[in-house]
């Protein structure tokens, strides 16, 4: 005889289904990341400058710095899309909300941290052997012939690097969201946000194209049109995660 269920029931844990969206929606996501900057400049400013400090302290120590740097990235990152979500449902969005993910989140968002920063590390070490492979070898045979080994060995490094990085990013982009808000353990949130990247992978190109246009742009007035780009990438990155996971 089987038991009768105790009420209230549980609610169904979230499977991290996505659904397909149109190429066109990045630019939608744009529209939104911009809403929510404009609407609260200062705040924003105030965020990614006090973000970039902390990275960039961590990044000059040695050896350690920087594999801590992407270690504590997808903590910033749920802390950056809380306060799109509070702004986004009409509530005065803190400051201090950036650090609710070293809180409530840590030991499920430290993984997710824990997969980029050994992918970034190792990402490195591939493309710094074969830049550094290629660089000897042109050194070596010198003329024109050690010119087109140390051409070839950037180009090989720089299709590694994107063979080994887009993927990372891929299972990392909406992560730190589906553990924040969701409470999806770290390697389904990862899966989760992955098959969703690919399943949308026209948008996201186009969306990835789009930001590395602007990153150009960007850099152009000594770095500091990131101080702009960097929050209208993180607001349009959470309209993402709600256009793609509705369920959200």
Do not use: H
Not at 109 to 121: F, Q, S, W
């Amino acid at each position: 005889m089987s038991e009768t269920p105790a009420f209230p029931m549980a609610p169904a844990a979230f499977s991290g289904r996505a659904r397909r969206v149109d190429a066109g929606a990045c630019f939608d996501w744009l529209r939104q990341g911009w809403a929510l900057f404009v609407a609260e400049p200062a705040l924003w400013l105030g965020v990614t400058v006090l973000s970039l400090i902390g990275l960039l302290a961590l990044r000059i120590v040695p050896l350690l710095g920087p594999f801590a740097a992407n270690l504590l990235m997808p903590l910033l990152a749920a802390g950056g899309f809380s306060l799109c979500r509070r702004q986004s449902e009409g509530d005065k969005p803190r400051l201090e909300t950036l650090f609710v993910g070293f809180q409530a989140s840590a030991t499920n968002l430290v993984p997710v941290g824990l997969a980029y920063a050994v992918a970034m590390l190792l990402g490195g070490i591939v493309v710094g052997l074969t830049v550094g492979g290629s660089v000897a070898g042109g050194l070596w045979t010198g003329g024109t012939v050690g010119l087109g080994m140390m051409f070839g060995g950037v180009l090989l490094s720089g299709l590694l690097g994107l063979v080994l990085v887009v993927p990372v990013l891929m299972a990392v982009l909406f992560a730190p969201a589906l553990v924040f808000f969701n409470g999806m353990p770290p390697v389904e949130a990862m899966k989760a946000s992955f098959l969703a990247c690919a399943q949308n992978a026209l948008a996201m190109g186009v969306f990835l194209l789009i930001l590395l246009v602007l990153a150009f742009f960007a850099a152009l007035p000594v770095g500091l049109g990131f101080l702009l780009l960097l929050p209208v990438a993180m607001g349009a990155i959470y309209a993402a995660y709600r256009d793609i996971f509705p369920a959200t």
